[in-house]
Each structure stands twice: as structure tokens, then as C-alpha cells.
């Protein structure tokens, strides 16, 4: 076994303070604080960087975004501290709707995420107002409560870091669910249609790349991608890297 | 792959409010809400239930416990906010000193879980004034400073949830370092004389049963128990344990 591991660490600081300044303003509640440091944990197995498998999800995830009639970004308060200019930028190429939607719901701090949205650049936020709310069924938290004209119209939904329970009930409404997960054996990323397992800190970014690459491409040519796609045998994938980088250890 | 999965989450929840609680009172920060998520990923690794390369670490630890001369506890805000009882039971039994050491240290939060261990039944907690400090070498964070009757003067340490740093530097001065850490490959796990890789939750109330089953021993079979146990071996043998955990899942 080795005795010291030079470990890259310099990616999870800085996003952690990032949080934590979040945490600080009230995008992100201490339930989200928590859920990171999963994260985390699970991004140290993929040594802080990127997959091939997630490069491959993430090629299928554009493909299925541009080719959606009408394409929806949930943001939670995690995603919102993390990459409010990226998840932004990325809404205006595909382009795509963004709705908020949390798991410890409040009409403040939605109001406060859609605030904060706002000032990195989007022009109009969904879901922050108690109107036209529709339920999604089978979802026991208040992340059942959807817009009618977001999620709840949306054929294809983006959803980072989100809970196993709305994914599942996504998905049985007919939708197509693209999760970004760092938990592969999560119920997310099992019951997603895509799941791409990586930081959302790099799956953002390498998500804008991509639309702007793929942007030309024709319909006939988006859904030969997407169709090649296979999330279960992409999930194991992910899982031999994770397995293969802690055998490195034995 | 599996599709869907009865991963016990029980454990997870309870012991998430309970530290969510030791938040609110200020027992907790929130790098130690990112930590306990880090630990929880590594939880979900193990299923959540205590491996029997932990059970064997459990026994070498209370072995060097029973057998020092001046055994110390070192009480992290997690700790104290995890398992108060279990750990000030643990002091007595043994017995051992109770020193709160602090990553993000303050005065207010070093004297707060000082009255929380008393209230949770502690006559005496070291740590928490401003006189008797001594410095351990090579320690860049506030954790270098101990107190000289506890930490500075200990043959033996406990430092459940430790960072690399400190466990690295306090094994340069001699002292045998028994750390508690859900994550086998962190600085802290390979550092430790003797790691036990499982829950704080499930690890001070085992502790607590295995020190009243061996306080009968005698010192030459405590000896034979501490030096047959080999750390390095231990580690590797929990690694194969997460890693047959994920395979599961592939």
C-alpha cells in the first residue's frame, strides 16, 4: 500500500468554498453542504477528473438536448452556487428553459436562486413563484411541485444533483431525464436516461463546449448519438474506473 | 446492473439530523457538515455496516488504550455532536483524558463543546482555555496547538475524524495514533498506528463494549493483541471489502 498519494485537491477547495459562500448567502442549505462532501468522496475515486464515460454521456446529453422541443434545466441551490455563469450560458446555446426546483423548498429561497441566476445573466427564471405549479406523481418531497410551463411541459429535463425519488417519477411521466450524479450506484443515476457521473464543476463547462460543437449538426446526425447511447453499460463503466483507481491502492 | 437497490439509509438519516442539530447549536461548522458527507459515500461503500477488518482494528485500539500510560481523546466538533455519551463512557471506562482539538478552532466553540461534553456527563475537558498550549511540529493548521496535559504529554491519542495533517505529524512525535476514518486511503487512515475504517456511530459504543470485555486482561495479552496487529494489511483488507461492494453493482 502506498504512504503518501499525491492526491489532487486543489479542484474540491475551491469549489468547496464556493458552497460554502452559498451556504453563507442562503442559495444552499446545510442538507446541501452534506450532499457535497458525497460528492466528493465519490470524485476522489474518479482522482478528480473526468472519465471517458462521462465524455461520452455528456455527448449523448447535448444530442438529446438539442433535438428536444422543449428542453428544461432544473437548478437546485448546489448547482446555483457552483456554476450559476455556466448553467446560465449553457440555457442560452441549447437554448433551454431554467426552472428552479429544490428539495427543502421555500418561496424565499427560491426567489433568492432565481436573484441570483438573474445577475449571472438569465433573463427569466422558472419556477420561484407559487403560480401554475402542477404536481408530478409518485414524488413524496416538495420537489413534486413543478411549473407547468417548465418541467411540467418539458420533453427532455437536465437535472443536476438531484434526488432518486424525482428522477424515478420523471422518467414514469415519459420524460427524458439527463442526471449529473457522482454516486453511480445512486437511484438518479440508475433511473436516469443519461446519466453523466462526473463534477458538475467540469460537466457544466464540458457540457457548453460540446453544445457549441454539436450545434451544427443535423437531426438525423443528433439522434444516431443518442440512440448509440447505453446508460446501464456507460454506468459500469464509470464503476471500473472507481473500482480500478482503489485496486491502485491494495 | 441492478436497477434497484435496498441500501439501508437509516443510519445515514438519523445521524444526518444529529449533526445537522450540532449545526444549529454551533457545534458544528460547515466544512464538518462536507466532511460527514465525505464519510457517508464512504459508508454507503461498506453498506453501511461495520466490516470485520474493523472489528479486528477495534480490538488492536483498545488494546494500546488499556495498555497506556496517559491515553488521550481528541473530540472534533463532529464528534461531540455524533456521539457525546458514547464517547465521555469511552473516557471513563478506559481511562482517558478528553482534550477538544479543533480544525477550525475558536475559543466560544472549544468552551461550547467543553459545557456539551459536560452536560453529556464529563467531569474534566482539556483543550478548552488559552493557557498551558503547547505546539506539535509540522502542523500548519490551528490543530498543532495541544494541551500540554493532555495531547502534549499522551503516549496515546484517539483522533476519530482527524485531518492528515496532524495524525502525520503527531505520529513523528512518537505518539501511537489510533484514528477512526470512513475513508481507507485518506493521510489520516495511512498515517494512524491503527485505523479503524467504519461510522463514529457504530465505532464508540463498539469501543465502549470491547474495552469492558478486555479491562480484565492482562498487560502481556493487551501486548500480544496490539503487536498482531498490522495496520497496513487491515486497510487493504476493508479496500477489497469496498471494492467487492461496488463489483455488486457492475
Redesign the interface.
Known amino acids: 500500500?502506498?504512504?503518501?498519494?499525491n492526491?489532487p485537491r486543489f479542484i474540491s477547495l475551491e469549489t468547496?468554498e464556493r458552497?460554502?459562500r452559498g451556504?453563507q448567502s442562503g442559495v444552499v442549505v446545510?442538507?446541501g453542504?452534506?450532499?457535497?462532501?458525497?460528492?466528493?468522496?465519490?470524485d476522489?475515486l474518479l482522482g478528480e477528473v473526468t472519465p471517458e464515460s462521462s465524455r461520452v454521456a455528456t455527448k449523448a446529453a447535448v444530442a438529446l438536448l438539442l433535438s428536444a422541443k422543449n428542453p428544461i434545466i432544473s437548478v437546485n441551490g448546489n448547482t446555483a452556487a457552483l456554476v450559476p455563469r455556466d448553467i446560465v450560458r449553457l440555457s442560452r446555446l441549447i437554448p433551454a428553459g431554467l426552472e428552479v426546483n429544490l428539495f427543502h423548498r421555500s418561496l424565499a429561497r427560491e426567489q433568492r436562486i432565481a436573484s441570483f441566476l438573474k445577475r449571472n445573466g438569465a433573463s427569466q427564471v422558472l419556477g420561484a413563484n407559487s403560480s401554475a405549479r402542477i404536481r408530478i406523481p409518485g414524488v413524496a418531497s416538495p420537489r413534486r411541485s413543478v411549473d407547468a410551463k417548465g418541467i411540467g411541459d418539458a420533453d427532455v429535463v437536465l437535472v443536476p444533483l438531484e434526488d432518486g425519488d424525482r428522477a424515478e417519477a420523471l422518467r414514469k411521466t415519459g420524460k427524458i431525464v439527463i442526471a449529473i450524479d457522482l454516486?453511480?450506484?445512486s437511484?438518479t443515476s440508475?433511473?436516469a436516461t443519461v446519466t453523466i457521473v462526473d463534477n458538475i464543476i467540469r460537466v457544466i463547462p464540458e457540457l457548453v463546449r460540446m453544445t457549441l460543437r454539436m450545434k451544427p449538426l443535423s437531426k438525423s446526425r443528433l439522434n444516431a448519438i443518442a440512440s448509440s447511447f447505453d446508460n446501464?453499460r456507460n454506468?459500469?463503466r464509470v464503476?471500473?474506473d472507481?473500482?480500478r483507481y482503489?485496486?491502485g491502492?491494495?
Open positions: 500500500m502506498r504512504i503518501s498519494h492526491h468547496r458552497l460554502v451556504f446545510s442538507q453542504l452534506i450532499a457535497h462532501g458525497r460528492g466528493e468522496a465519490f476522489y454516486n453511480p450506484m437511484r440508475q433511473a446501464e454506468l459500469a464503476m471500473k472507481m473500482i482503489m485496486q491502492w491494495t
